[in-house]
């Protein structure tokens, strides 16, 4: 695997996010949120499949059944592939958290080790400061009363589970957070505003060793920082819009990028013609192992 990004599928994402390694798959699943479609890779054999969904799609995580759970528009929904794609995949509802804000839809999210699931919901015009925070385990999903922003991105823990990384994209600022026993919010302070010429900060991922990695839409980039916010390392791609990465492969050290179309126009799309791709890279460290969502 070679240290600069290379595209290991052509999907032509519009918002390519939410990458996410399932050990009991061996594959990589993400989503294409305004293309309504979930994606799934299979490196062991190089091949990609992909299910539609009925609406925006912002995440996708593995649930302790043996299935997934997706962040539709519409809400919290428990997703069966039915890998036979003849059949297609179902969708059942578990959670509404927003049915009050219409003109929401949710747009990130992450598993904790105690099997709760972390997810943020955005304001679709990007205008308005409607996206909110959320705790979800074991059939109780509250709202974390982190300050509202337009576009929540993230969140992403600390190796030990105890620091809440999120992202407030419009105001370039990522947060951390210290997280109580009981999964509460304690004390918040910046860790890191992006410049002004770097784009903005999308989904952030933390490694192995408690460096956070954030994509740069517009930025061409995704950078790494150390656990105290300093500027480690940054990776250039051949494309503008970087949305997220994961850690997959064995000994995840292989590094999945998701891609956005989004807001490129024809000009831009044909000097970015792997725009929307999913690619990889090896980022020289190992991630942290992916936790199991308990709803």
């Not at 990004?5 to 061996?26: I, K, M, N």
Request: aromatic residues 10%; contains cysteine.
């Amino acid at each position: 695997m070679s240290a600069d990004p290379q595209s290991v599928l052509s999907v032509g994402a519009t918002l390519g996010e939410g990458p996410v390694w399932v050990a009991r798959d061996a594959a990589l699943w993400f989503v294409d949120i305004k293309g309504h479609r979930i994606h799934r890779y299979d490196p062991a054999i190089d091949v990609g499949r992909s299910w539609a969904a009925p609406c925006q799609v912002g995440w996708i995580v593995p649930t302790d059944d043996g299935l997934l759970a997706v962040g539709l528009q519409t809400g919290v929904h428990r997703f069966d592939p039915a890998l036979d794609l003849a059949e297609g995949g179902s969708f059942t509802l578990i959670h509404a958290p927003e049915t009050h804000l219409p003109g929401n839809r949710q747009n990130d999210a992450c598993v904790a080790p105690d099997g709760a699931l972390w997810f943020g919901s955005m304001d679709d015009a990007e205008e308005v400061d409607s996206g909110y925070f959320y705790r979800f385990h074991k059939g109780k999903c509250v709202e974390t009363g982190l300050p509202a922003v337009s576009i929540t991105n993230g969140p992403a823990l600390s190796p030990d589970g105890r620091t809440l990384y999120h992202t407030d994209t419009l105001g370039k600022r990522i947060w951390r957070t210290d997280l109580n026993d009981d999964g509460s919010v304690g004390n918040t302070s910046l860790f890191t505003k992006i410049e002004a010429d770097a784009g903005y900060p999308d989904g952030p991922t933390v490694d192995a060793e408690g460096c956070l990695w954030t994509g740069l839409f517009g930025g061409w980039a995704v950078r790494r920082y150390d656990p105290a916010g300093k500027l480690m390392r940054e990776i250039h791609f051949p494309v503008s819009n970087i949305t997220k990465i994961a850690f997959g492969g064995e000994g995840l050290t292989t590094a999945y990028a998701t891609t956005a179309r989004k807001g490129l126009d024809r000009a831009a799309l044909t000097q970015q013609p792997l725009a929307g791709d999913l690619f990889a890279f090896d980022p020289g460290v190992a991630g942290l192992p992916g936790h199991i969502a308990t709803l």
